[in-house]
């Protein structure tokens, strides 16, 4: 019963409105404060962790979760060592590749490309590529055919369409009787893939793995794309592959995965994320300053009342417990209606994008801008835990001094004008 009527006391002021409405509009606006602060948190940390999916699945899906490279910028014995990573259970896929800077000309149009030449029968164990194909397939591409897949915004950049000659210049000039004359060599378009990804989309180009090593000199493939079990353990399990390799391919391979060919861009999301979480925070601790200035004109009010309990017998101990178990109420009420709330807007946040985007007439994710172009969102109920907790312990921080000041009320001085 002791401890029945510290909560009944301290719930009866959270919910009392007879007396003093201003103390409970007061009260009412600083859980809405601390709903509005989780409210925020919860959404964006959702959209960060909605874009780190997204980039992560688009740059593995297009650039292999890791890649195993010749030192000597040739892999010549390429079905060695993929025999070799076939061996290791986590790995289920293996394609060799050849890449290459180049140009790509049609008509007046020119753009610098990436060009990457595959085997279309084993791509699709390393990427996503054969998914994105929007016009042709990888089997169009057939060794001594020159055909070539191109992005959708390259294509479009080109003014060229599916079955259009392009022209593929090399980085590397021939000497001839004439002079010194650039490489170069037709193609014809027999594919177009998009990822919505416009820097894949608009500087990637694809032909056939025989094609490519002719074209560019290489001698064969110039690597191997792996994909694993895992991608978040990708580095791992690659350098396992290859830890115990033949004395004859030890000196000549390298292995890098996702991560360290993209290291900046996910060093710059944990940083961003890292950051708006403190930021954030900050703003649910300003909320929980209303709970203070709450709380201390509640003291200021029940004067009266907490000198009848501390002549009933209440001890200090019990007066500050009232005072707690008020703030702990508004904070918990704020943080469930923030959790209810941030929760509802992170697994519509697209939803409501769209249609805003829809009504203003604006893009607010241009392709040519942002490697994606639709706002993600991915909610971690590990994230949500810890908000809605980090917010109530900031309520519950700023219930300890007015609670202090309400347990030093002295009953003689507060019932003298009484």
């Known amino acids: 019963m002791a401890g029945s009527y510290r909560s009944f006391i301290g719930l009866r002021y959270v919910m009392s409105k007879r007396r003093n409405r201003f103390i409970s509009f007061i009260s009412l606006l600083a859980a809405l404060g601390i709903a509005l602060g989780v409210v925020v948190l919860i959404t964006v940390l959702s959209v960060v962790n909605g874009f780190e999916r997204a980039l992560t699945e688009h740059l593995v899906g297009m650039e292999a979760e ?9 892999l010549v014995h ?18 060799p590749y050849v890449e290459s800077a180049g140009m790509v000309t049609f008509k007046e149009q020119v753009k610098g490309v990436m060009a990457r030449g595959i085997l279309p029968q084993t791509e699709a164990q390393v990427s996503f590529l054969a998914e994105k194909m929007i016009a042709g397939e990888l089997a169009a591409l057939a060794p001594g055919e020159y055909g070539i897949i191109l992005g959708a915004d390259l294509l479009a950049r080109l003014q060229a369409q599916p079955g259009d000659t392009v022209t593929l210049v090399a980085p590397a000039a021939r000497i001839t009787p004439a002079g010194i004359l650039p490489r170069l060599k037709r193609f014809t378009v027999v594919g177009v893939y998009d990822t919505d990804m416009y820097e894949f989309d608009s500087a990637i180009v694809f032909t056939h793995l025989d094609d490519a090593a002719r074209f560019f000199r290489t001698g064969g493939a110039t690597g191997l794309r792996l994909k ?4 978040r353990r990708a580095s791992r399990i690659s350098r396992e592959a290859f830890r115990d390799v033949p004395a004859h391919l030890s000196e000549r391979l390298g292995v890098i995965d996702w991560t360290q060919r993209h290291v900046n861009y996910f060093h710059s999301i944990q940083m961003t994320k890292k950051m708006m979480f403190v930021i954030l925070v900050l703003i649910v601790a300003v909320a929980a300053f209303n709970i203070i200035a709450t709380l201390m004109m509640m003291v200021t009010d029940k004067q009266a009342d907490i000198a009848v309990l501390r002549t009933l017998g209440a001890a200090p101990a019990d007066i500050m417990q009232i005072f707690i178990i008020q703030g702990a109420a508004l904070g918990g009420a704020g943080a469930l209606l923030g959790v209810a709330g941030g929760v509802a807007l992170a697994l519509n946040i697209d939803t409501i994008v769209a249609t805003l985007e829809h009504y203003l007439q604006v ?19 590990t994230d949500v835990a810890v908000i809605a907790g980090a917010a109530f312990a900031c309520a519950l921080l700023a219930t300890l001094y007015p609670a202090w000041r309400a347990a030093r009320t002295r009953p003689a001085e507060a019932l003298r004008y009484e």
């Open 66 to 74: 890791a890649v195993v490279i010749g030192y000597d910028g040739a």
């Open 78 to 95: 390429w079905q060695d060592v993929a025999a070799l990573a076939h061996q290791h259970e986590d790995i289920t896929g293996v394609s």
């Open 228 to 231: 694993t079990t895992d991608a």
């Open 363 to 381: 893009q607010f994710l241009s392709p040519e801008v942002y490697f994606i172009s639709e706002l993600p969102s991915d909610l971690y109920w």
